[in-house]
């Protein structure tokens, strides 16, 4: 009996975990991890009311940014499981940034608080209960030290499965938000010493000023890391070029993939956390459909292991291509001076106008449609 079971645990050992068994336990890394931080928030507001420590109450405003981040993580997590739908054709990745939109906005009125609050007692100090704060702070200290550990383990499960299967957009997605919890935890673990810190010199010299002066100090922490998640997320929902990246050295690799004449009308972009979008217009020669096929698949591996975008639109084109009038307004050669935008035209009398042009000079061109087979290039998307 024991050699069956034994065999039995070696090949639940063996068998290899698929990507929904890594989403799940990441998944329930940060759910934990979500209920372990509220259980800290509770005791610290619980001990930092009856030691009327203001530094204390600060750790645990410093706790709900802990809160609010696992939660969001968490959501993610959850979220970035449920498949794309007719209505919600990229998922529900966005749900969770305009989510931590309204964190960062509420963590600046916590920060705000404090400081008025740490001002207060600087004005009139207050007795402390140091004792209190120690007790709390070393709690909190324990609870968050067993999360990072935890944290620690999944984000290396993720991290070597990413570092042999670099491009499943779920598990890096994941991979960052487990990471991005592991320094919120970090940083509560920090937090929680200075409160033990200023604990121990208000016992020994009674210098209650230290407890609003950490105060301070956890206010201004929480500041920054809002005003830095405000920053991300608008930069992602503004769809702004994603923080490093240099379009046009990733312009020029693409127009080094052999079959690549030239690159216009380039987007890049994130969906979510570490879910990178590419469309661009690439000039390739006159060849057929079966021959550019093999021109995408050299760009979308160049992209996929070089840069690390999943998804990708790429529209082909030819030089006899001239259909940049209308809603993109590309220069009549995109290629002869190197232009890699397009102006996004939304004005419906320069629509018509542009419609009235293609019109007037249309007997000058060959109609889309008498065109060869060849010549006409599908959207290629992948």
């Known amino acids: 009996m024991q050699i069956i079971v034994r065999k039995r645990i070696s090949r639940e050992k063996e068998r290899p975990q698929g990507p929904a068994t890594r989403a799940s336990g990441a998944t329930q890394a940060l759910r934990l991890g979500f209920l372990l931080t509220l259980a800290i928030l509770v005791i610290e507001v619980i001990g930092g009311t009856l030691a009327h420590s203001l530094a204390l109450l600060s750790d645990a405003g410093h706790a709900l940014t802990d809160v609010f981040a696992l939660g969001l993580a968490w959501f ?16 529900y990745h966005r749900v969770g940034i305009l989510a931590a939109l309204a964190n960062g906005v509420t963590l600046i009125a916590v920060a705000s608080v404090i400081g008025y609050e740490a001002y207060q007692r600087l004005m ?29 383990d999944t984000h290396a499960a993720h991290a070597g499965h990413d570092h042999d299967h670099t491009h499943g957009e779920a598990h890096h997605h994941g991979n960052l938000n487990t990471r991005a919890a592991l320094l919120h935890v970090i ?78 009308d380039l987007h890049v972009w994130t969906i979510a956390s570490g879910m990178l979008a590419l469309s661009c217009h690439a000039v390739i020669d006159d060849v057929p459909v079966s021959q550019s096929a093999r021109i995408l698949d050299r ?24 259909g940049h009038s209308g809603f993109c307004v590309c220069q009549e050669d995109p290629c002869a001076d190197g232009s890699l935008f397009c102006k996004m035209n939304m004005n419906a009398d320069g629509e018509e106008h542009e419609t009235q042009e293609t019109h ?23």
């Open 76 to 91: 993610a997590a959850a979220q970035a499981e449920r498949p794309p739908n007719a209505r919600s054709t990229y998922g």
């Open 124 to 152: 009139r100090p207050q007795a402390v209960q140091p004792g209190i704060m120690v007790l709390a702070a070393l709690i909190a200290i324990g609870v968050n030290l067993f999360l990072a550990l935890r944290l620690r």
């Open 187 to 264: 940083g509560d673990v920090g937090a929680s010493l200075a409160v033990v810190l200023g604990a121990g010199i208000i016992a020994l010299t009674g210098a209650t000023w230290v407890d609003p002066a950490l105060s301070v100090l956890i206010a201004i922490v929480i500041a920054f890391g809002a005003l830095k998640v405000i920053r991300e997320t608008i930069n992602i929902l503004l769809e702004a070029t994603p923080k490093g990246f240099q379009t046009a050295r990733l312009a020029n690799d693409m127009r080094h993939v052999v079959g690549v004449l030239d690159v216009h």
């Open 299 to 322: 760009l979308v591996a160049m992209l996929r292991r070089d840069y690390h975008i999943t998804h990708t639109t790429i529209q082909f084109e030819s030089h006899a291509h001239s």
């Open 360 to 382: 007037q000079q249309a007997p000058k061109r060959k109609s889309a449609s008498n065109k060869p087979a060849a010549l006409r290039k599908p959207l290629a998307r992948v």
